[in-house]
């Protein structure tokens, strides 16, 4: 008899457990609030970079240490689906503000705006307390529309004789640059930087700072920050610059008797760069410009011409061979490099060989945090794979597809400099 009740009793608790049953969440739930969590930390703060560091460790001790190439394609989906959810700017053409509650961060939207072929980012000269994006959009702005080019002209969040690496701005053109591929859909291998003046002191220095954004670099009668020596002449070059530039073409003008901008920075500039071309290789698409008589002008033909002689290139985001010398605490990601803590000024050699699947890194420092982030173009990831530093040997093995990677470098939204396993390039 109490058999037969229990039998007829079960059925009802069951239905009654089910009701009252609330599933606790996922593990992909708590990786997405992870995901979430992340972007909203500040790169550009120390304690944004702890905070992602954080976070990086809980997917670690969360997610499986090896992720199925499904799982990749899945992980990668999301995080830059997240993504292309963050700042756009105006489609339309003119000037606005990209703070418009503080009437603060002018740009002028020109050039192509329906689906362009490369995103332009045309920096105007000046200096302390003048500088106006208005020049820069009506030197580069017609001929940026006949490139098919969408075109940002920012202007400087304050007018000082290094506008475009002071007071925020440096960091809010590289917002620029992300909010502008939102917007219009721009190909991450074709962005190009291009100016005149402090515009070409700009293109030099972001250019250099953020070598693996930019598909090309056009400065004008403008040169990167160099150090003078006991006579004042120019002796050699601000650090963060010249040994970034290797896998990046350039068009350098400068005139022999410019009064505001004197060729001698120029040409220790280029200097520079033919030392480190014989020390690294490389730097096969560099040409210096420099012509007579024309002082501080724009260059012969106008923006047209100048911008065609900057047409046709695109960033190739895994060369085999890197050079690095980190300048920014927050840029910790550069082409297939990731450094924790970027030791600043100390530059790291790395390279890749294909055949032997394996990676070389060389500095004259230690390296501690620093990963070698993998190409799978470039290395079998399937396969084992050796690392060595300064001819030492610090790791072997088959790496592992970690969502932490993925989720590390996908940040930025850049297909093709987001991966999904590293390893090391220290001994651990």
Known sequence: MRLGLLRLLIPVLASIAVANYSAPPTGDDELTEFIESYFEADERTADGRADRGRILKEIDRLAPDRL???????????????????????????????????????????????KPKGLLIGMHGGGVGSGDAREAAGFLGSAAKKLKWVAIFPEVLEKTEHGWTTSGTEEWVIDLVDAARRTYGVDA??????????????????????????????????????????????NDIIDGVVPNLRNVPMRVYQSDDDPQVPPSANRIAVKKVEESR????????????????????????????????????????????????????????????????????????????????????????????????????????????????????????????RLSTLLMTGVRGDEDLTFSARVPAWKR
């Open 189 to 234: 291998n074709q962005v190009v930087f291009a100016g005149h003046s402090m515009g070409g002191f700009g293109s030099w220095m972001l250019g250099g700072h953020h070598a693996d954004r930019v598909a090309a670099l056009g400065p004008a009668a403008g040169a990167p920050t160099p150090y003078l020596g006991e006579d004042g002449e120019p």
């Open 68 to 114: 199925s190439k499904s799982e990749v394609k899945k992980w990668t989906s999301a995080i830059h689906e997240r993504w292309e959810s963050g700042r756009t700017l105006e489609k339309k053409t003119g000037s606005h503000r990209y703070w418009e509650d503080e009437n603060r961060g002018l740009y002028i939207v020109g050039g192509s705006t329906r």
């Open 278 to 401: 014989e020390k690294w290789g490389g730097y096969e698409d560099f040409e210096y410009i420099e012509v007579k008589g024309k002082g501080h002008a724009y260059p012969s033909g106008g923006g047209k011409k100048w911008l065609a002689a900057l047409k046709g290139f695109e960033r190739e985001p895994h060369p085999l061979k890197v050079v690095w010398q980190p300048s920014l605490r927050w840029k910790r990601h550069f082409y297939w490099l990731y450094w924790e803590s970027p030791q600043l000024s100390r530059i790291v050699v790395a390279e890749i060989d294909s055949e032997s699947n394996s990676i070389e890194v060389t500095s004259e420092y230690r390296t501690e945090g620093l990963w070698l982030l993998l190409p799978e173009k470039l290395i079998d990831v399937d396969k084992e794979v050796v690392v060595r530093a300064s001819g030492k040997e610090v790791w072997r093995g088959i790496p592992q597809r």
